[in-house]
């Protein structure tokens, strides 16, 4: 479809080649599709020559010589097997394509997944809903691209310059004609180019602005309805869709100027040719075979080019995924560090003027906040104010852009947070983020998972339940009542309370609650300010993230955060580093 | 159209046809409704047939000229060999050149055409679509997601249209160009005619059915293991930091593995039968080209036929399936879009009344900035008032979820009410039901006497409205945003209803007044300001009986509460006329003018209904 859809992102502006390297260099599916595919496509290229040669000699042979194709039997079966032979090739090559771009994509996938998750939350925070897409939707874009596009572009490879060599082997004189009108394949194409350039641009905004006003009138279609005036609007769908209809259909006169050139090149030099060829034979100048073969032939010669013409959409959008997936795999994730970790129970966390770049300044902005072991320290501060960021430098997950994250050890020794072996730093914490993340499995795997090894008894599992406020939940829906995936099957509240109980039987030293009771009403709120004050009591270091007040009460030391706020010059500045 | 749609479908037994019923319970096979809903969308498309005809000829004419160069083009050739005079070919010569240029022409007015008619079919849809929507009774508008229900009017109304592009329009020509092909071919020999057209059936069903089948198949992948795929795909992304801390990011890149590999075996059969599809066309094509050399031999060695007639038969099979090879893609679309169209028949519920171009009058979309447009509501010569009653009423979102049991209220004519209740007792779901845009779950409600279900939406909202505290500030000016309430409002009854909400500072304060653009590009308003606006559309609507949802939240104590008291006291008529009834819900107690009558909604689903207390000292502390 060559309208554009809304959401599709298309950058146009860039060239790029047709077959990313990379693709063919990392991806063995794509690899081996396109070396199975050239091959195939120098099976199709013979079995369409030897049609034409073996059909020009069967019409040959009974014009000239009154032989019944019937006498020659093996000139038939050849002609059969040929035929049957290009059928094969096209069935062979389209269920493999089919199972390189499943293959492709799955790999793909999975790369790009595990390499964003690693490369921490500022690559997250950096692409965020791009990458989603790209991870989900993007991908499924390379079928259509190893599926239909690069079998064309490798046959215009073979089958083409194939078809042209066997047509100057035979008649010179054509396959002059056909040499010359090729050219101008690629130069009109060229020219149109030129003449679109901005063009699908100006369609894509245009589209965005069809799409945000549609939106406005979705969204407020309620409204309408409660004030009984849910009946004019249409008439403004309509408007917005012609309007919108105008702008494709303008574009659209150029962009398909480029199939008109295709096809215009193509049956010119057909026509070229057959007028050429006729002449000659009115005066006896050629033989009728190769007339007639070449007649068969011409048309092969550009069926490929205008094949990859008519998927060039599949190809942007293909070649446009492959490469934005190839650059964020490009991103090198944060080293690992060497260090181990000190004993948490009694080291001290330190951040010292640490600033990370945000959108439009940094945030948090000149942080210094030290967790000494066995209190509990809030964080607090307006949202985005980069509470959690700085949650995240703490626990290495981002290296910071000014000042420094340091883990001081009981004998007073510092080491720098991004040089530690982080796992070494993880085995020691809880983390409990704002949408809880559990694993799955029943209610009581999923208790018993957080708690140390064997240390998991039913009293110890009660107890912290009932702490949690989950004793409500058990005595609803049994111990074994399972918990899916991101813990489907609860409500938020729930899940949240899950998760508080799973910190409590965790023997972690440190505990981080990013904004604990952001789920809860006020009555289970205080049951988390009452889990705040056990798990102090345990002797445990407790860091929240919150704005609300009452946690802050609970909280030995807090700390306030606030953001820097750039103007947008300095702010790409700062994106430049 | 409906011709091509079931010569694309010979893999159904059914002769059935039509069925006459147009509307289907949702719980109906999938085929079944599928089908239906497939013929219900591809007429909201509105598809002019003489657009259609102007783009399947177009189409027709692109694929014949390549088809009759490659005739003539053979027939020169071998006539030419017979060596005639040059000026007995001077015919072919020209005509051989100027369909060389023809087929490029007529393939850019096809793609024209049948583009331009598919976009407007497009637009048509989305309008009907809209329409559908706005005419749906009850919550079902509020319980389909936003996002769900763009991706309905994006993406799948678009697939309606790739239907006429890949299916219809390609069906269509392939039809005729079997005929045309048949019948030029008929009168060189019979025997390769009905070769060629033995060839030609089996390339147009094998081909398009193995094709329907792999898309099918993608299509159940996709809705059977696609999502899981998803969630889980997301689920990493999502949570990568918590897992990475807890350790457990491997284990479910495991998980995600897993997804994969069943997405990828659901997908997978789908590649056998789409490469037969793509392969069955070149297969075909032995039995035209065998049985045409065939019967060129007899007719030149017996029948006396000319050489550029064996030349024509020679050649002439390579060139005749460029038609039918859409097929497969057009079969395939079909499927997509049958699957699309069910969707959108979900999202705009069981067929309504036929829409038809809307009558109702109003002013034009100028400039694509007008919201709402008919007049015809709240004009000046005001109805009398009727009384809304609520009988044994109990309102909720379905039986299971009663949030008001069994009440019994009457809005005499005149009268001003106040709905107090703690949080989620269910204020907003009354007042909907009380307007009638939600269903009562059990009881009624009636207006002047008849219940609501009796009467035409039309005719209740001329008497009552409701403005929901959820109410969608458009993106556009501030007076395109009160024209929403009443199509005929002046700038000056804009002013007036901006001054007595309190706003009239804040519209001076706006750079281009009554005329700024509010919403994501323009000036975007805070929660008081957004409140009052709303507030002010129920003034210059003016409506006999209205239903507010918390008017004054968002508002500091001292304004809120002076325009709580406006809007409950039955003799002033600064905001609402006085007669006009009004239903108000509120938080502020305190703020209640003494002796309105006050239903207190109790968290149970019980109520009272009391007279609100004179009260003492507070009630002059605020100016």
């Avoid at chain 1, 997944?113 to 997250?124: K, V």
């Avoid at chain 1, 303008?250 to 057959?274: D, I, N, Q, W």
């Avoid at chain 2, 329009?169 to 009168?187: E, K, N, R, S, Y």
């Avoid at chain 2, 057209?197 to 059915?209: D, F, I, S, T, Y």
Wanted: charged letters at 20%; hydrophobic letters at 45%; aromatic letters at 2%.
């Amino acid at each position: 479809m060559d309208q554009a859809t809304p959401g599709t992102g298309r950058h146009s502006g860039e060239r790029r080649p047709p077959l990313d390297p990379r693709l063919l260099r990392e991806v063995a599916a794509a690899r081996r599709h396109v070396v199975r595919t050239t091959a195939l496509g120098l099976v199709q290229s013979g079995a369409v020559i030897a049609t034409a040669l073996l059909l020009a000699r069967l019409g040959a042979d009974l014009l000239v010589d009154r032989r019944s194709p019937l006498d020659s039997p093996a000139l038939l079966a050849a002609l059969v097997v040929a035929l049957g032979v290009r059928a094969l090739a096209v069935l062979v090559e389209q269920r493999t394509a089919h199972q390189a771009a499943t293959a492709a994509i799955a790999d793909l996938r999975s790369r790009l997944i595990g390499h964003a998750a690693r490369l921490g939350p500022r690559a997250g925070a950096g692409r965020g809903a791009d990458l989603t897409t790209l991870a989900t939707t993007g991908l499924e874009k390379l079928r259509p691209y190893l599926v239909g596009y690069v079998p064309q572009l490798l046959l215009s490879a073979t089958v083409t310059p194939l078809t042209l060599l066997t047509i100057l082997l035979l008649d010179p004189t054509s396959a002059g004609i056909a040499v010359i009108t090729l050219p101008l394949v690629p130069l009109f194409m060229i020219l149109i180019g030129r003449l679109t350039v901005g063009r699908s641009e100006a369609l894509l905004a245009d589209t965005r602005t069809l799409w945000s006003q549609m939106l406005d009138l979705v969204d407020g279609l309620p409204t309408l309805r409660a004030l009984g005036r849910e009946r004019g609007p249409e008439k403004m769908v309509r408007a917005l869709g012609d309007r919108h209809r105008r702008s494709t259909m303008g574009s659209l006169r150029y962009a398909f100027l480029s199939s008109m050139v295709l096809e215009l090149l193509g049956t010119l030099c057909v026509a070229l040719v057959a007028v050429a060829i006729g002449l000659r034979l009115v005066y006896g100048d050629m033989e009728l075979a190769p007339a007639l073969a070449v007649l068969v032939l011409i048309p092969e010669v550009y069926l490929p080019l205008r094949q990859v013409g008519a998927q060039f959409h599949a190809s942007t959008d293909g070649v446009a995924a492959v490469s934005a997936a190839f650059d964020v795999l490009g991103e090198s994730a944060p080293a690992d560090g060497t260090a181990a970790c000190p004993d948490l129970r009694t080291a001290t966390l330190r951040l010292d003027g640490v600033g990370v770049h945000s959108r439009d300044g940094l945030a948090p902005h000149d942080a210094d906040l030290v967790v000494r072991p066995g209190t509990v320290h809030a964080i607090a501060g307006a949202s985005g104010s980069g509470k959690t960021t700085a949650v995240q430098v703490m626990l290495g997950l981002l290296v910071p852009d000014e000042g420094s994250a340091r883990v001081v050890a009981a004998d007073g020794t510092a080491t720098a947070i991004q040089d530690l072996r982080r796992e070494s730093l993880w085995s020691q914490t809880m983390l409990l983020p704002q949408r809880p993340v559990l694993p799955t499995g029943s209610l009581r795997e999923v208790l018993a998972e957080a708690a140390p090894h064997g240390s998991a008894d039913q009293n110890r599992l009660d107890r912290a339940a009932r702490a949690a406020g989950l004793d409500r939940v058990i005595a609803a829906r049994g111990w074994d009542a399972p918990v899916g995936r991101g813990g489907s099957g609860l409500s938020l509240g729930e899940r949240q309370r899950l998760a508080l109980a799973r910190a409590l039987l965790a023997p972690a030293p440190l505990v981080v609650l990013d904004e604990p009771t952001a789920h809860l009403d006020g009555a289970t709120e205080d049951l988390v300010l009452d889990l705040v004050r056990t798990l102090r009591a345990e002797g445990r270091t407790v860091v929240l993230v919150a704005h609300r007040s009452r946690l802050l009460d609970v909280a030995d030391e807090v700390t306030q955060l606030s953001p820097m706020h750039v103007g947008p010059d300095e702010a790409a500045e700062g994106a430049v580093r | 159209m409906s011709a091509v749609l079931s010569s694309n479908e010979n893999n159904s037994s059914s002769g059935s046809g039509s069925s006459g019923s147009g509307s289907n319970a949702g719980t109906s096979s999938d085929a079944v409704s599928g089908r239906s809903s497939l013929r219900r969308m591809v007429e909201l498309l509105e598809i002019p047939r003489s657009r259609l005809l102007a783009a399947v000829l177009a189409a027709i004419a692109t694929l014949a000229s390549s088809f009759a160069l490659a005739a003539l083009a053979a027939w020169l050739v071998t006539t030419a060999w017979t060596m005639p005079n040059v000026l007995d070919l001077t015919v072919a010569v020209v005509g051989v050149r100027a369909l060389g240029i023809s087929r490029g022409v007529f393939r850019w007015l096809d793609r024209m055409l049948t583009h331009d008619v598919a976009l407007r079919g497009v637009v048509s849809l989305r309008t009907n679509l809209y329409s559908a929507l706005a005419r749906r009774r009850g919550d079902t508008l509020s319980r389909v997601r936003r996002g769900d229900l763009l991706a309905r009017l994006g993406d799948d109304a678009q697939e309606l249209g790739d239907l006429v592009i890949r299916a219809i329009v390609p069906g269509l020509v392939a039809v005729v160009m079997t005929v045309v092909v048949v019948l030029t071919i008929a009168p060189l020999s019979l025997p390769a005619a009905a070769c060629m057209l033995l060839a030609l059936v089996l390339a147009g069903v094998l081909a398009p059915l193995a094709a329907h089948r792999a898309a099918r198949l993608t299509e159940t992948a996709v809705v059977e293991t696609r999502s899981e795929l998803t969630a889980s795909g997301l689920g990493v992304l999502d949570d990568a930091t918590a897992l990475r801390v807890q350790g457990r990011l491997d284990e479910r890149m495991e998980e995600l593995a897993r997804a994969q590999s069943d997405h990828d075996a659901a997908i997978d059969r789908a590649a056998l039968p789409s490469a037969l599809a793509a392969a069955s066309i070149p297969a075909v094509m032995i039995l035209a080209v065998l049985g045409s050399v065939l019967a060129a031999g007899g007719a030149w060695l017996h029948g006396g036929a000319g050489a550029g007639a064996i030349g024509m038969l020679v050649l002439l099979p390579l060139s005749s399936f460029e038609a039918v090879t859409a097929l497969p893609a057009a079969a395939s679309q079909l499927a997509r879009t049958r699957a699309a169209a069910a969707r959108l028949e979900d999202a705009v519920g069981p067929d309504s009344p036929t829409p038809g171009p809307d009558t109702t009058g109003g002013t034009e979309a100028a400039d694509g900035t007008a919201v709402a447009a008919p007049g015809g509501a709240g004009s000046a010569g005001r109805p009398t008032t009727p009384r809304l009653s609520a009988h044994g009423l109990s309102a909720g979102y379905g039986r299971d979820a009663v949030r008001v049991h069994d009440l019994d209220l009457d809005l005499a004519p005149g009268e001003r009410i106040a709905v107090t209740g703690g949080s989620g007792t269910g204020k907003t779901t009354l007042v909907q039901t009380l307007a009638g845009l939600l269903e009562p779950v059990a009881g009624s409600v009636r207006l002047g006497g008849d219940d609501l279900r009796d009467l035409p939406e039309d005719a209740v909202r001329a008497q009552a409205i409701a403005l929901l505290e959820d109410a969608h500030v458009f993106a556009t000016t501030v007076h395109e945003n009160l024209r929403v309430a009443r199509g005929d409002v002046s700038a000056t009854q804009c002013a007036d209803a901006l001054r007595a909400v309190g706003l009239e500072d804040w519209v001076d304060s706006l750079p281009r007044g009554l005329d700024t653009m509010l919403g994501p590009d323009g000036t975007t308003i805070s929660g008081g300001e957004r409140r009052r606006l709303l507030l002010a559309r129920a003034v210059v609507r003016a409506a006999p009986i209205t239903l507010l949802d918390e008017p004054t939240e968002h508002l500091d104590a001292a304004r809120g509460d002076d325009l709580l008291r406006r809007l409950l006291d039955p003799a002033d008529g600064s905001l609402l006329p006085v007669g006009a009834s009004a239903l108000v819900v509120t938080h502020r107690v305190e703020a209640i003018p003494e002796g309105t009558t006050v239903l207190h909604i109790l968290p149970g689903g019980g109520h009272e209904l009391q007279r609100a207390e004179p009260r003492t000292a507070e009630h002059g502390s605020t100016p």
